[in-house]
């Protein structure tokens, strides 16, 4: 069956680096686009990174370009968010997506 398994979060200080793992099993990962998401209490999961299985093109939310970098590794079935100078509204869940699947998610907090 399908898994998504993150991990990585934590809590830090505002300035901060955090880097989350996506790992997959189950489906054939190096056919797939990856994502992450993410979901602040209150608000709607939106989308914060993608990046495609062909040429590794990215994609990212305005709110965090030039801060996190997405990559992936088909060889370890593993996709990854490097998030640096965080700030406490880049606190939220965050969720590793595959066609459609999600992992369980990890908690990220930014905070002095």
């Known amino acids: 069956q399908v898994q998504l398994v993150e991990s990585g979060g934590g809590l830090v200080q505002p300035g901060g680096s955090l880097r989350l793992s996506c790992a997959a099993a189950?489906?054939?990962?190096?056919?797939?686009?990856m994502s992450w998401f993410r979901q602040a209490p209150g608000k709607e999961r939106e989308l914060v990174a993608r990046?495609?299985?062909?040429?590794?093109?990215?994609t990212y939310a305005d709110s965090v370009k030039g801060r996190f970098t997405i990559s992936r590794d088909n060889a370890k079935n593993t996709v990854y968010l490097q998030m640096n100078s965080l700030k406490p509204e880049d606190t939220a869940v965050y969720y590793c997506?595959?066609?459609?699947?999600w992992g369980q998610g990890t908690q990220v907090t930014v905070s002095s």
């Open positions: 189950g489906f054939t990962f190096s056919g797939y686009v």
């Open positions: 990046i495609t299985h062909t040429r590794g093109t990215t």
């Open positions: 997506h595959a066609a459609n699947y």
